[in-house]
Each structure stands twice: as C-alpha cells, then as structure tokens.
C-alpha cells in the first residue's frame, strides 16, 4: 500500500525548472492542488514533505534536498522516519528513454541508467519499490545525456509539461486510492502524446 511518494530532483533554483526535476515538479503540483505546504524534515533531514490525509490513510508527498546522485539518503531518511517499508514508496522521477508525453508506471526494476534511482536502490538495498517515469526525451542530437538533463523545458513544450503534470497527478491519486495494477492498467496504455494539453486542469503550475 504506498503511503509516500517521493519526487527526485537537484536542490536550488537554478536546477528548479529542469528537466532532471520533473519528479519534484510533481510533487509541488501536487501540494498546490491539495492547497498543501512542504515543511523541513527534522534535524537536518535530507527531504521537504506535506501530508494529508487521502482514502482514509496519512499520505506523505516528498522532495530530496541532496542532489540527485544521493537521492538515497533521502528515501532512507523517509522509510526511517515513517517506519515504512521500501513497497510503501512511490519513486517518481524523469526518463530521457520517454518522450515528453508519455508516463510509465512499474512495480520494480533497475535503475536503467538513473543516477538518482540507482542511489535509492542502493540505499534501501532493494529494487522491490514502485516507480513513476515521466518522460523529458527525446534527446537533442549531439548533447550529452547529462547536459540534456539539465536543460530546462522550452517555451513551446510547457502546456504539455503541465497536462504530464496533471496526468501524473491523477496517476498518483488511482494508485493511492486503488493500486498499482488500476493505475497501470489506466495510464500506461497511453501512447507518445496521447496527453491532451487541451484537458490540462485550468490551474496549471507556472513555469518560469
């Protein structure tokens, strides 16, 4: 049963509209839309949260505040904290193996390649957790991987950055309040751009 849910991204707000945040912008569209506040974790934890109460169970909704090749000791920090298991978290974060357009939902697997990801499955000794991938591809031709990650989302892909947004949104909500299985049978069918920017909530989150 996931009772957290945790957004990878770089700390600092020359890193804040990145494509590498995409998880931590989910999570902020999140707490805007449940007119939640992230607060510091205690003693100089190394993550933000806001926490609600959602299908009759405490709901955590968190950001690291490492950069995102120690993202692991966040997710530690989270489990320890809550007393929660590694299957009660949902890692959300980006994937330059998607285009923009299209999320992914999974139960377990590798990093495949995700430095933020391969330093949670380190840290919690287990790939055992659900994961959320929101793509930021395709890759511009002939920029490195990690300079493209970088990058922050261009002027023409920003309505589609919120309707992924709103979609995640919806996505978080179903696997909450149904399941993993629900949620994937729901939203990983849809195809490269079969989100509609035209059905984006009309609050959207403002990228500057």
């Known amino acids: ?45 190394a993550f933000t949260y806001a926490e609600t109460n959602v299908a009759d169970r405490t709901v955590y909704f968190c950001k690291n505040t490492t950069y995102m090749n120690e993202s692991g000791l966040s997710a530690w920090q989270i489990l320890m904290k809550l007393n929660h298991e590694a299957a009660d978290l949902l890692v959300v974060y980006d994937d330059i193996d998607l285009p923009l357009g299209r999320i992914r939902l999974r139960e377990k697997g590798s990093a495949g390649g995700h430095r933020g990801l391969r330093s949670v499955i380190e840290a919690l000794a287990t790939s055992e957790f659900p994961r959320l991938r929101l793509g930021i591809g395709p890759q511009d031709e002939g920029v490195p991987s990690e ?41 990983n069918r849809r195809d490269p751009g079969e989100i509609d920017i035209m059905t984006a909530t009309q609050k959207p989150i403002i990228l500057t």
């Open 1 to 45: 049963m996931i009772n957290t849910i945790l957004g990878l991204g770089n700390p600092g707000k020359q890193y804040q509209r990145n494509r590498h945040n995409f998880g931590q912008m989910l999570i902020e569209r999140i707490v805007e839309r449940l007119n939640l506040t992230l607060k510091p974790g205690r003693n100089r934890s």
């Open 147 to 187: 300079d493209f990650v970088l990058t922050d989302f261009r002027p023409m892909e920003k309505k589609l950055v919120m309707a992924v947004l709103d979609a995640s949104y919806d996505c978080v909500m179903t696997i909450i309040e149904k399941g993993i299985r629900p949620a994937m049978e729901q939203f």
